[in-house]
C-alpha cells in the first residue's frame, strides 16, 4: 500500500498520559519496516478553503488562535499545542491526498492509506471534540465532491460513532455515512434509529452493537447490512475510517475484534470495491495499545498484498440478530 505520512503530525503532543500520542505513528511505522510494497507518501496540507468547506470559519479562527498561544485544553479529553495547527492540517491534507489518488485509480498495491493525526472523525463544524480537530475525513468527501466524485461512502469501523462525519453530512444525499461501534460508548450517538434528515434521509447507517461483539458480528454485520447498503447507495468512492480500538486488547473499549477480524473487514471492502468499480481508501482514525494498532493496520496492507483471511465461526452475541433484522426491514437503503 502507499500511506500518506507526514513527520509534522508527530508534533502534536498533548502530553505523557494522553492515550492519542505521537507514539502511534512511530509503532505503525515501526510495524510495517521490512513488510513488502510499503511506500510512504508525504503530501501538502488542506488548504483553509477546503477544511472550510466543512468546518464554520470563526471555528477555524479560534483554533488558530487557541494555538497560537500555545494551546491547552480545549475541553478535558481534546488537548492542544501550538504545533497542533500544523499536525491537524496536514492530518486533513494527508486524507484528502488519500481520496485523490484512490479517485485517480490508485488500487491494489498503490491503495492508499493515510496515517495522519490528530483524527478527525469526532469533529464537529464548529468544534473540537473528543481527540479531534479538524474532521479528515469529512474534508476528503467534500474536496473528493468537488472533483471527480458525485457520490461519496464514509465506513466507519472506529468503536466510536463518528458523530462528527455524521452530523455534518446527516441532510445530504451526496455522502452516505455507515459506523459500526459499540453501543453506548462515547459519545453516546450513531442509534439505529438515526439515518439522515431532508435530502440526507437514508443516507446514515448507524450499527451500534453490543460490548463483547467480535470477528463473527463484524463480518456479518458487512455481509447482511453494509455491503448492501452500500451497493443500494452506489458511491463513487468509499473511504474507511479506520479506527482499530475495537481491537480485543484495546484498553478503552470492550468490543472484541481480532487482528484477523480486520483482515476480514478489509478484504470484504475491497472485494466491494473491485466489485462496484468504486474508488478505495483509507483514513486512520483511533487505536490506543500501540502494539496491536501496528499488527492491525499491518494487517490491512497484507490484504492489499494478496493475504486472504479466513472466516471467523461461531455465534452472534446476544442481540445482534436483532438488531440486523430491524435494519434489513426498516433502513431506506435496504
Known amino acids: 500500500m502507499r500511506f500518506g505520512y507526514s513527520a509534522d503530525c508527530l508534533d502534536h503532543?498533548?502530553?505523557?498520559?494522553?492515550?492519542?500520542?505521537?507514539?502511534?505513528?512511530?509503532?505503525?511505522?515501526?510495524?510495517?519496516?521490512?513488510?513488502?510494497?510499503?511506500?510512504?507518501?508525504?503530501?501538502?496540507?488542506?488548504?483553509r478553503e477546503t477544511v472550510e468547506c466543512v468546518h464554520d470559519s470563526e471555528y477555524i479562527e479560534d483554533l488558530s488562535a487557541f494555538c497560537e498561544a500555545g494551546g491547552g485544553s480545549w475541553d478535558p479529553d481534546t488537548v492542544a499545542v501550538e504545533a497542533t495547527?500544523?499536525?491537524?492540517?496536514?492530518?486533513?491534507?494527508?486524507?484528502?491526498?488519500?481520496?485523490?489518488?484512490?479517485?485517480?485509480?490508485?488500487?491494489?498495491?498503490?491503495?492508499?492509506?493515510?496515517?495522519?493525526?490528530?483524527?478527525?472523525?469526532?469533529?464537529?463544524?464548529?468544534?473540537?471534540?473528543?481527540?479531534?480537530?479538524?474532521?479528515?475525513?469529512?474534508?476528503?468527501?467534500?474536496?473528493?465532491?468537488?472533483?471527480?466524485?458525485?457520490?461519496?461512502?464514509?465506513?466507519?469501523?472506529?468503536?466510536?460513532?463518528g458523530n462528527g462525519t455524521q452530523d455534518l453530512f446527516y441532510d445530504r444525499d451526496d455522502v452516505c455515512y455507515v459506523s459500526l461501534h459499540e453501543d453506548g460508548?462515547?459519545?453516546?450517538?450513531?442509534?439505529?434509529?438515526?439515518?439522515?434528515?431532508?435530502e440526507g434521509e437514508g443516507a446514515t447507517l448507524n450499527l451500534p452493537l453490543p460490548a463483547g461483539s467480535g470477528d463473527v458480528d463484524y463480518t456479518t454485520a458487512l455481509d447482511r447490512v453494509v455491503t448492501p447498503a452500500l451497493s443500494a447507495y452506489d458511491p463513487d468512492l468509499l473511504l474507511v475510517s479506520a479506527g482499530f480500538d475495537a481491537h480485543r486488547h484495546d484498553p478503552i473499549s470492550r468490543t472484541r475484534v481480532s487482528t484477523e477480524g480486520f483482515a476480514n473487514?478489509?478484504?470484504?471492502?475491497?472485494?466491494?470495491?473491485?466489485?462496484?468499480?468504486?474508488?478505495?481508501?483509507?483514513?486512520?482514525?483511533?487505536?490506543?495499545?500501540l502494539d496491536v494498532l501496528a499488527d492491525s493496520v499491518g494487517t490491512v496492507q497484507e490484504v492489499f498484498d494478496g493475504y486472504d483471511p479466513t472466516d471467523p465461526e461461531g455465534d452472534l452475541e446476544p442481540g445482534v440478530e436483532d438488531l440486523f433484522s430491524d435494519l434489513e426491514t426498516e433502513h431506506p437503503l435496504l
Open 13 to 47: 503532543d498533548a502530553g505523557d498520559r494522553h492515550p492519542e500520542s505521537p507514539a502511534r505513528l512511530r509503532a505503525i511505522r515501526e510495524g510495517l519496516d521490512g513488510r513488502y510494497g510499503v511506500e510512504y507518501v508525504e503530501a501538502p496540507p488542506a488548504d
Open 85 to 161: 495547527w500544523d499536525a491537524a492540517f496536514r492530518s486533513a491534507g494527508l486524507a484528502t491526498w488519500a481520496a485523490e489518488r484512490a479517485l485517480a485509480g490508485d488500487d491494489g498495491r498503490d491503495a492508499p492509506f493515510s496515517l495522519g493525526r490528530p483524527p478527525g472523525h469526532h469533529a464537529v463544524a464548529d468544534d473540537a471534540m473528543g481527540f479531534c480537530f479538524l474532521n479528515n475525513v469529512a474534508v476528503a468527501a467534500a474536496h473528493a465532491l468537488d472533483a471527480d466524485a458525485d457520490r461519496v461512502a464514509v465506513l466507519d469501523w472506529d468503536v466510536h460513532h
Open 185 to 198: 460508548l462515547y459519545p453516546g450517538t450513531g442509534d439505529g434509529t438515526e439515518v439522515g434528515d431532508d
Open 265 to 289: 473487514l478489509t478484504a470484504r471492502v475491497r472485494a466491494f470495491a473491485d466489485e462496484t468499480d468504486a474508488a478505495l481508501g483509507f483514513v486512520l482514525e483511533g487505536g490506543y495499545r
